[in-house]
């Protein structure tokens, strides 16, 4: 029977009093969820329009603060968003300040968006100052540190390859070495064509920098906060004759004002070769002596060797930096030490670096005094090993690499026919040593002093040394195939500094509607350096490396020692800009250089400029417009500068003792002789005039924003070393002026915010460069019929020219006949009268029938930059492309002929071309090789994940792919050189890294 049990006080059956519980509780709970759902249910919409304009801003981000819901306006700028009471609503929008609005009990929000004003007010480094980006008139392109090239970066430069219109930045092949970089073109034919570097305010001169593979890389990668380019004469007139090839200014990062921070960042980078040389496969190989050689098949070996294989390799490197930084209302601080191992592709070839760097700042005086020091130390170790791919590439393939038998040559399989048979490469790289150690202090510290009582002027001193000490060692033993010597020995030590010190007053003031900044200066900069050592061959004893130098012989060793030598650089610099109303802007600089590298009568040079922009933007009968646009500036600049980049006291004789192999027998002895070298005493400054008119813009509310440049500029007075007519000097060269030369481009940046929001954002980075180098003007050549001076040495044969100095030509124009063709397209084989055409018909081919074709350096470039997020990832590549150039392929002119197969009595292997052409001789003057270079490559692809949900530390995983994806017609391995021979395999780079802060 069932039974009721009640509860004894109140008498009510429990199972009745359970079912009352649940019918209260589901009432209550029915009560809160309806209430609940009516909060979240709630509708809030609005419209958002610009304050100054009421226009309606289309695209505005809304978001809920701390989530990721939201939602982005209309045509008509409206929104609509479900909200609680409680939510708090984030309004942002391109060119504009963000707002906050709490929702609270409305359900209509109408925004009105206050431009940011601030953007317009950046700062912009320029030199020996800074400016405010509106008021710059000279052509000046920063890159910060957001926008980088990420991934595992050996060298600053590097930075920067494809960021900046008219910066064309070579990385090259190797991962430690420096990149070449031109800006607006080649402006000299031999004086140094790379741009003038300055680091914080302070130039650096790289003079004396041996023992390393890149002067640059005391500066860590890690530690820059942007880099600034000065582009045209405007810019740069303010450094005179170290400004005609550009300058580039890194800006260092310093701490944050109450954020104590410790930053590391570390990866690893796997590097596999991207392509290998076009060389006949062992089979083939045996093919090949088959079909053009048969009488020598009984000379074929019974290996299968891959020698490119035997002397490359997939590399491990890494990279580990870590930095400290903070800063108060009095003092500033960043300490950062770095330590990359970089392990290159040839076998054995290997770059370690390791950095420490301090910036310190402290403000004293009731802040009228800033004080900053700077210290940068790096020290390099360099194992070079030599670049023995092209020997490797054509070594008789069914060779063996080792043979127990040659002991004399240290178990390696060698020729031993003639004086002039390759060495084995493997045996090259592993018993050659060669070995660079530099150790580099590049200390600065600068005085700002805000002179009291004088508003606005401001007295600044900066004093600098930078000390430079390298070591170069290389030793080769007795067992290292020579038939010149026996074992070899070799050491250098180079000592060198360099002290530069200078001041200036600046004087800021508006007056009315004016602003006046008034800048004056005075510089001194001394270079000294300093080489000893010792060379020597027929070692009596290889046990002991390169560490005793009592090995050598006495009548084979060669001490030198360069006289020390000092250069010395003194200037007076002055520049003012004024601005009127904010609309018309104008800067006049001036520089006045004495350097010692000149002689009497040319050590100084004045290089003034000057630049006008108008802000059309601040018309009265623009202001229709600027609904559409958000700046408008033109530019206007003409200025000169110098170059003085040559060796010191080109002007006058040096005597040296000759070697063994020029000496006068007076009787029975043999007297050396004091030689002279051949100089110029009237050399002079290159000097380059430039003319610049440009625009600013910016759109749709600084969402799309660019510039667009048209240069000019000619380089005079051209600095060449160049032949000279037996009897008119004491040598055949002689380094003298020799003519003009002229650059003329377009040049044009946009930037473009596609989204930016909190929970995505993407902008693009696009510059395009189009640049004409002409030849104007060769004073020197030697007769009025030659065509110029012959340049471009090849391999193949020996004093061979492919290139020409040439009027009205390009700087590496190509010099070459034309091949000529049969009906199916092949080129025609046989002897040079009937391969190739005749020019003059003359019935005879010679030196009057070889024609300018084709230049090497790429006259158009073009690069694509993206930087994404969405959420806590991001993404970004950049895709780099050069355009309208020519490479000439030594490799394959010089290996691609069947009789290459047994010349110099050995067998010899052949580039793949001959398959193709079946050229029995070599052609090495035949346009055949000069191919399109035009190419498009993925220069850098990275993609990182952050961990933000911390709030004292944020971590960052990332992995980058640099050099991949190349595009081009070019048959060789790199379309970025001018002509193909030193073969060094390009490599692509796996990154995989962490970056965590705190």
């Given at each position: 029977?069932?039974?009721k049990?009640?509860?004894?006080?109140?008498?009510?059956?429990?199972?009745e009093?359970?079912?009352?519980?649940?019918?209260?509780?589901?009432v209550?709970?029915?009560?809160?969820?309806?209430?609940?759902?009516?909060?979240?249910?709630r509708?809030?919409?609005?419209?958002?329009?610009?304050?100054?304009?009421?226009?309606?801003?289309?695209?505005?981000?809304?978001?809920?603060?701390?989530?990721?819901?939201?939602?982005?306006?209309?045509?008509?700028?409206?929104?609509?968003?479900q909200?609680?009471?409680?939510d708090?609503?984030?309004?942002?929008f391109?060119?504009y300040?963000?707002?906050?609005?709490?929702?609270g009990?409305?359900?209509?929000?109408?925004?009105?968006?206050?431009?940011?004003?601030?953007?317009?007010?950046?700062?912009?480094?320029?030199?020996?100052?800074?400016?405010?980006?509106?008021?710059?008139?000279?052509?000046?392109?920063?890159?910060?540190?957001?926008?980088?090239?990420?991934?595992?970066?050996?060298?600053?430069?590097?930075?920067?390859?494809?960021?900046?219109?008219?910066?064309?930045?070579?990385?090259?092949?190797?991962?430690?070495?420096?990149?070449g970089?031109?800006?607006?073109?080649?402006?000299?034919?031999?004086?140094?064509?790379?741009?003038?570097?300055?680091?914080?305010?302070?130039?650096?001169?790289?003079?004396?920098?041996?023992?390393?593979?890149?002067?640059?890389?005391?500066?860590?990668?890690?530690?820059?906060?942007?880099?600034?380019?000065?582009?045209d004469?405007?810019?740069?007139?303010?450094?005179?004759?170290?400004?005609?090839?550009?300058?580039?200014?890194?800006?260092?990062?310093?701490?944050?004002?109450?954020?104590?921070?410790?930053?590391?960042?570390?990866?690893?980078?796997?590097?596999?070769?991207?392509?290998?040389?076009?060389?006949?496969?062992?089979?083939?190989?045996?093919?090949?002596?088959?079909?053009?050689?048969p009488?020598?098949?009984?000379?074929?070996?019974?290996?299968?060797?891959?020698?490119?294989?035997?002397?490359?390799?997939?590399?491990?490197?890494?990279?580990?930096?870590?930095?400290?930084?903070?800063?108060?209302?009095?003092?500033?601080?960043?300490?950062?030490?770095?330590?990359?191992?970089?392990?290159?592709?040839?076998?054995?070839?290997?770059?370690?670096?390791?950095r420490?760097?301090?910036?310190?700042?402290t403000?004293?005086?009731?802040?009228?005094?800033?004080?900053?020091?700077?210290?940068?130390?790096?020290?390099?170790?360099?194992?070079y090993?030599?670049?023995?791919?092209?020997?490797?590439?054509?070594?008789?393939?069914?060779?063996?690499?080792?043979?127990?038998?040659?002991?004399?040559?240290?178990?390696?399989?060698?020729?031993?026919?003639?004086s002039?048979d390759?060495?084995?490469?493997?045996?090259?790289?592993?018993?050659?040593?060669?070995?660079?150690?530099?150790?580099?202090?590049?200390?600065?510290?600068?005085?700002?002093?805000?002179?009291?009582?004088?508003?606005?002027?401001?007295?600044?001193?900066?004093?600098?040394?930078?000390?430079?000490?390298?070591?170069?060692?290389?030793?080769?033993?007795?067992?290292?195939?020579?038939?010149?010597?026996?074992?070899?020995?070799?050491?250098?030590?180079?000592?060198?500094?360099?002290?530069?010190?200078?001041?200036?007053?600046?004087?800021?003031?508006?007056?009315?509607?004016?602003d006046?900044?008034?800048?004056?200066?005075?510089?001194?900069?001394?270079?000294?350096?300093?080489?000893?050592?010792?060379?020597?061959?027929?070692?009596?004893?290889?046990?002991?490396?390169?560490?005793?130098?009592?090995?050598?012989?006495?009548?084979?060793?060669?001490?030198?020692?360069?006289?020390?030598?000092?250069n010395?650089?003194?200037?007076?610099?002055?520049?003012?800009?004024?601005?009127y109303d904010?609309?018309?802007?104008?800067?006049?600089?001036?520089?006045?250089?004495?350097s010692t590298?000149?002689?009497?009568?040319?050590?100084?040079?004045f290089?003034?400029?000057?630049?006008?922009?108008?802000?059309?933007i601040?018309?009265?009968?623009?202001?229709?417009?600027?609904?559409?646009?958000?700046?408008?500036?033109?530019?206007?600049?003409?200025?000169?500068?110098?170059?003085?980049?040559?060796?010191?006291?080109?002007?006058?004789?040096?005597?040296f003792?000759?070697?063994?192999?020029?000496?006068?027998?007076?009787?029975?002895?043999?007297?050396?002789?004091?030689?002279?070298?051949?100089?110029?005493?009237?050399?002079?400054?290159?000097?380059?005039?430039?003319?610049n008119?440009?625009?600013?813009?910016?759109?749709?509310?600084?969402?799309?924003?660019?510039?667009?440049?048209?240069?000019d500029?000619?380089?005079?007075?051209?600095?060449?070393?160049?032949?000279?007519?037996?009897?008119?000097?004491?040598?055949?060269?002689?380094?003298?002026?020799?003519?003009?030369?002229?650059?003329?481009?377009?040049?044009?940046?946009?930037?473009?915010?596609?989204?930016?929001?909190?929970?995505?954002?993407?902008?693009?980075?696009?510059n395009?460069?189009?640049?004409?180098?002409?030849?104007?003007?060769?004073?020197?050549?030697?007769?009025?019929?030659?065509?110029?001076?012959?340049?471009?040495?090849?391999?193949?044969?020996?004093?061979?020219?492919?290139?020409?100095?040439?009027?009205?030509?390009p700087?590496?124009?190509?010099?070459?006949?034309?091949?000529?063709?049969?009906?199916?397209?092949?080129?025609?084989?046989?002897?040079?009268?009937?391969?190739?055409?005749?020019i003059?018909?003359?019935?005879?081919?010679?030196?009057?029938?070889?024609?300018?074709?084709?230049?090497?350096?790429?006259?158009?470039?073009?690069?694509?930059?993206?930087?994404?997020?969405?959420?806590?990832?991001?993404?970004?590549?950049?895709?780099?492309?050069k355009?309208?150039?020519?490479?000439?392929?030594?490799?394959?002119?010089?290996?691609?002929?069947?009789?290459?197969?047994?010349?110099?009595?050995?067998?010899?292997?052949?580039?793949?071309?001959?398959?193709?052409?079946?050229?029995?001789?070599?052609?090495?003057?035949?346009?055949?090789?000069?191919?399109?270079?035009?190419?498009?490559?993925?220069?850098?692809?990275?993609?990182?994940?952050?961990?933000?949900?911390?709030?004292?530390?944020?971590?960052?995983?990332?992995?980058?792919?640099?050099n991949?994806?190349?595009?081009?017609?070019?048959?060789?391995?790199?379309?970025?050189?001018?002509?193909?021979?030193?073969?060094?395999?390009?490599?692509?780079?796996?990154?995989?890294?962490?970056?965590?802060?705190?």
């Open positions: 029977m069932n039974q049990y009640t509860n004894s006080k109140s008498g009510v059956p429990l199972g009093r359970a079912n009352s519980l649940r019918r209260i509780l589901l209550f709970l029915m009560v809160f969820a309806v209430f609940q759902l009516q909060a979240q249910d509708t809030v919409s609005g419209t958002v329009t610009d304050a100054m304009t009421g226009e309606a801003l289309p695209g505005t981000s809304v978001k809920i603060k701390g989530t990721t819901q939201g939602t982005t306006t209309s045509l008509e700028g409206e929104f609509k968003l909200v609680n009471a409680d708090i609503l984030v309004f942002s391109i060119g300040k963000k707002q906050e609005i709490e929702v009990a409305r359900s209509v929000i109408d925004i009105q968006m206050q431009e940011d004003i601030s953007q317009l007010g950046e700062v912009v480094v320029v030199g020996y100052g800074q400016q405010e980006e509106k008021d710059v008139t000279g052509v000046v392109s920063t890159v910060k540190e957001e926008s980088f090239n990420r991934g595992q970066i050996a060298s600053p430069e590097r930075l920067i390859t494809g960021k900046i219109a008219g910066v064309d930045v070579s990385p090259g092949n190797t991962r430690a070495g420096g990149a970089i031109t800006i607006r073109g080649i402006g000299s034919i031999n004086a140094q064509s790379q741009p003038l570097i300055v680091v914080d305010g302070v130039p650096i001169n790289n003079d004396g920098s041996s023992g390393t593979r890149n002067a640059n890389n005391f500066i860590n990668p890690a530690d820059i906060e942007s880099v600034t380019v000065l582009k004469a405007s810019a740069t007139a303010i450094y005179g004759s170290r400004g005609a090839a550009g300058v580039i200014l890194y800006t260092t990062k310093s701490g944050k004002k109450g954020q104590n921070t410790v930053t590391y960042d570390g990866s690893f980078v796997f590097s596999e070769i991207l392509r290998e040389p076009d060389f006949l496969s062992t089979q083939n190989f045996r093919n090949a002596v088959r079909q053009f050689s009488q020598n098949e009984s000379r074929l070996g019974n290996n299968d060797t891959d020698w490119f294989n035997e002397v490359t390799r997939s590399t491990l490197s890494q990279n580990h930096n870590l930095s400290f930084s903070g800063a108060t209302d009095k003092i500033n601080y960043l300490v950062s030490v770095n330590h990359m191992d970089n392990q290159e592709v040839i076998k054995g070839d290997r770059n370690q670096v390791t420490l760097s301090m910036r310190l700042k403000t004293v005086l009731n802040d009228h005094l800033d004080i900053t020091f700077n210290t940068k130390n790096a020290l390099t170790n360099d194992e090993k030599p670049n023995v791919v092209g020997t490797a590439v054509s070594f008789d393939p069914t060779r063996p690499v080792y043979d127990p038998e040659a002991e004399e040559f240290g178990g390696y399989f060698e020729w031993n026919e003639s002039i390759p060495i084995n490469p493997v045996s090259t790289i592993e018993q050659t040593q060669s070995i660079g150690e530099n150790r580099r202090s590049f200390n600065s510290i600068n005085f700002d002093l805000k002179i009291p009582g004088v508003d606005g002027l401001t007295l600044s001193a900066t004093g600098s040394y930078d000390l430079r000490n390298g070591q170069n060692k290389v030793f080769e033993p007795f067992s290292l195939r020579n038939d010149n010597r026996d074992g070899y020995m070799q050491r250098s030590t180079n000592n060198a500094y360099t002290t530069t010190l200078f001041t200036t007053l600046n004087y800021n003031k508006s007056f009315g509607e004016s006046l900044d008034i800048l004056g200066g005075y510089e001194f900069q001394e270079v000294f350096s300093e080489t000893t050592g010792y060379e020597g061959i027929n070692l009596t004893d290889d046990s002991k490396s390169f560490n005793d130098p009592t090995v050598i012989p006495r009548e084979f060793i060669d001490l030198y020692r360069a006289f020390p030598i000092t010395q650089l003194q200037s007076y610099f002055g520049r003012v800009n004024y601005s904010s609309k018309y802007l104008l800067t006049v600089t001036g520089r006045l250089d004495g590298k000149f002689g009497f009568g040319n050590k100084y040079g290089f003034p400029s000057a630049a006008f922009g108008w802000r059309i601040e018309e009265d009968f623009f202001q229709g417009l600027t609904g559409v646009f958000n700046d408008l500036k033109l530019r206007v600049g003409w200025g000169q500068t110098g170059n003085q980049n040559i060796g010191d006291y080109r002007y006058d004789k040096f005597y003792l000759s070697d063994a192999s020029a000496t006068y027998q007076f009787g029975d002895e043999y007297i050396q002789l004091l030689r002279p070298t051949a100089v110029d005493p009237n050399i002079q400054w290159e000097r380059l005039i430039s003319t008119i440009g625009i600013d813009f910016s759109f749709m509310k600084g969402r799309l924003s660019g510039s667009l440049d048209l240069y500029k000619t380089t005079d007075q051209l600095l060449y070393n160049v032949p000279v007519p037996a009897g008119t000097n004491v040598g055949d060269r002689v380094i003298t002026n020799i003519g003009a030369m002229n650059n003329k481009g377009i040049e044009l940046a946009l930037n473009y915010i596609a989204v930016d929001n909190e929970q995505f954002g993407w902008d693009l980075n696009y395009f460069t189009y640049n004409q180098n002409r030849i104007v003007k060769l004073d020197n050549e030697i007769d009025e019929n030659s065509p110029g001076i012959q340049v471009g040495g090849i391999t193949g044969d020996i004093g061979r020219t492919i290139q020409v100095l040439q009027v009205g030509q700087i590496s124009t190509f010099y070459s006949y034309n091949h000529l063709y049969d009906d199916a397209g092949k080129p025609l084989t046989g002897g040079t009268n009937s391969i190739y055409e005749d003059n018909e003359d019935g005879q081919i010679n030196e009057n029938d070889l024609q300018t074709q084709g230049v090497a350096i790429h006259p158009i470039f073009t690069n694509l930059s993206s930087n994404m997020r969405y959420g806590n990832f991001d993404l970004s590549f950049t895709l780099r492309a355009l309208g150039g020519q490479t000439y392929n030594n490799t394959a002119s010089a290996n691609g002929w069947s009789g290459r197969l047994t010349e110099a009595q050995i067998l010899n292997n052949l580039h793949e071309s001959v398959i193709e052409t079946g050229f029995q001789n070599r052609q090495l003057l035949s346009n055949y090789y000069i191919e399109n270079s035009s190419f498009i490559k993925l220069d850098n692809l990275s993609i990182g994940y952050n961990f933000n949900q911390f709030d004292d530390f944020r971590l960052r995983l990332y992995g980058t792919v640099q991949m994806l190349p595009i081009s017609g070019y048959s060789g391995l790199d379309p970025e050189v001018q002509i193909d021979n030193n073969i060094y395999p390009p490599s692509t780079a796996f990154i995989f890294g962490i970056n965590a802060k705190f």
